[in-house]
């Protein structure tokens, strides 16, 4: 389904209308016949087009993260071979609306992966110079050849306008979402989750040191960043922290310790005063990460907001910002992630809907899923029977038997849980889809494909867990 940005209805109307007038005015102002002419152009050049478009806008050094070759040979020529012609195909008023909410649905696609603003009109400019270059060799006499460049640039220019506006407008929704979530996430249980990370870093310590004296090789495969408060930190303290100070101070102690104080400490395990003094280190390096971290959590004590009344969990209006986020660091990582798409149904409580079994149901649901997810991951309330697990640095066989757990514990808690006020078991159907990142810079299509594992997974008639 398409989906407009983020816009009041008032103002999308008001950018349809004006829109609206000026395509008209181009039309009075350019005959049918020219308008064809160039429309064929544009079709018979369109794959010559676009494969100079990305030859040209692979060597821009900010575009290349956009553009790698997998995703331009399998997506992207196709989607933009398909908006040239659309657009130079759109020869009759009728058509005008549907091709105005066609670029403000790209602008809106361009907000979302967050495309550099200045390349868009540098690939309009790209796109302009080829079709104007292949207008003069039509058979189009030399008056009409000038009006048919002075439309293929005035086109371009009214769609560049209406991708911008969309671009601005959704880029502005998209921050105000993550600055809403990123201060949600800060105050959300900052206590609790302050004590559970100092454990999960005394825990990473504690096995360190006992491997000092019980392993030939002190330290192997312990990297702080692979451990749970490391990954814990690259995700949510992202998140609750961004790029403050005291952040990036943590960031650089961990890879301080996993690149200098740990191979020096393997390489000094024959040398006891070595090791003595290279253990000294990293006790303070790791007071050093405890006192920062203690007052990261002490700037954004708070009391919970901006949850979900029914589950206490964020709610999909925050995806925009954590999935961009995660998107972006996992594109830089290089590790994979995915995300699981949950759906339960109560098919025996129907008649309950309107009281309140139907919320002790589902917030026996998500604790249920809560307890099989790691602290690292994101959980949302996706809609009314579905949840969504954003699962960071995981890859299909661990999500797949992630979700294989959730549907035993889910099924099992609300089985056994007394949610209807006595000893009544509930049988409730549980479906997942999977979806791992395939660096699709759109996390809408992202989200789609989960959708489209949920519903296969819906339709099998034994597993009810899919992969995208």
């Known amino acids: 389904m398409t989906q407009h940005p983020a816009l009041p209805d008032a103002a999308l109307a008001d950018m349809e209308n004006e829109a609206i007038r000026a395509w008209r005015e181009l039309f009075s102002v350019t005959a049918h016949p020219i308008r064809e002419a ?3 152009v544009v079709r018979e050049g369109a794959d010559t087009l676009t494969e100079d478009f990305y030859g040209r806008m692979q060597t821009h050094a900010r575009a290349a993260s956009f553009l790698d070759q997998e995703r331009v040979q399998r997506r992207l020529r196709a989607s933009l071979r398909q908006w040239m012609i659309d657009l130079f195909g759109t020869l009759e008023v009728e058509q005008i609306l549907p091709a105005i909410r066609r670029q403000i649905e ?17 690939g309009i400019r790209l796109l302009k110079r080829g079709i104007r270059r292949r207008i003069d060799f039509t058979a189009l006499d030399a008056s009409d050849r000038l009006i048919a460049q002075v439309y293929v640039s005035d086109l371009l220019h009214l769609a560049d306008g209406l991708m911008n506006q969309a671009y601005f407008r959704d880029t502005h929704e998209v921050v105000r979402n993550d600055e809403a979530y990123r201060l949600m996430a800060h105050k959300r249980s900052a206590s609790f989750e302050r ?25 192997a495969g312990a990297r702080l960043r692979d451990s749970e408060f490391g990954i814990w930190m690259h995700h949510k303290g992202a998140v609750m922290f961004e790029e403050t100070a005291d952040f990036r101070d943590i960031v650089d102690a961990i890879d ?12 000094a395990r024959d040398d006891r005063e070595r090791t003595d003094a290279c253990i000294g280190a990293i006790k303070q390096l790791l007071d050093l990460i405890r006192y920062k971290l203690n007052d990261l959590f002490e700037s954004g004590l708070g009391k919970d907001d901006g949850l979900d009344h029914e589950t206490q969990l964020p709610d999909r209006r925050y995806l925009p910002a954590i999935l961009g986020r995660e998107m972006r660091a996992h594109q830089e990582s290089d590790r994979p992630f995915c995300l699981l798409l949950i759906e339960v149904h109560f098919p025996s409580l129907k008649e309950h809907q309107g009281s309140g079994t139907r919320s002790r149901l589902l917030q026996a649901a998500v604790e249920a899923v809560a307890q099989c997810t790691r602290t690292t991951d994101h959980l949302f309330r996706y809609d009314e029977h579905r949840l969504l697990l954003v699962a960071v640095e995981c890859n299909r066989s661990k999500a797949g038997d ?25 049988s409730p159907s549980v479906c997942i889809g999977i979806a791992e ?6 996390y809408q299509y992202f989200i789609q494909r989960a959708e489209t594992a949920l519903t296969e ?5 034994r597993s009810k867990i899919a992969l995208a």
């Open 38 to 40: 160039v429309a064929h």
């Open 106 to 122: 790209v602008g809106a696609v361009h907000a979302r992966i967050r495309l550099p603003i200045d390349l868009i009109p540098s």
């Open 195 to 219: 004590a559970r990370q100092r454990a999960a870093l005394s825990e990473w310590a504690e096995a360190l040191l006992i491997s000092v004296w019980t392993q030939p090789q002190p330290g």
């Open 256 to 267: 301080t310790m996993d690149q200098q104080l740990l191979p020096r400490l393997r390489e």
């Open 402 to 426: 992630l979700a294989a757990s959730v549907a035993e514990k889910l099924r099992h808690a609300v089985n056994t849980g007394n949610v209807q006020g006595r000893w009544t078991p509930v």
């Open 437 to 442: 990142y395939d660096r699709h810079p759109d």
């Open 457 to 461: 997974a819906s339709m099998a008639r």
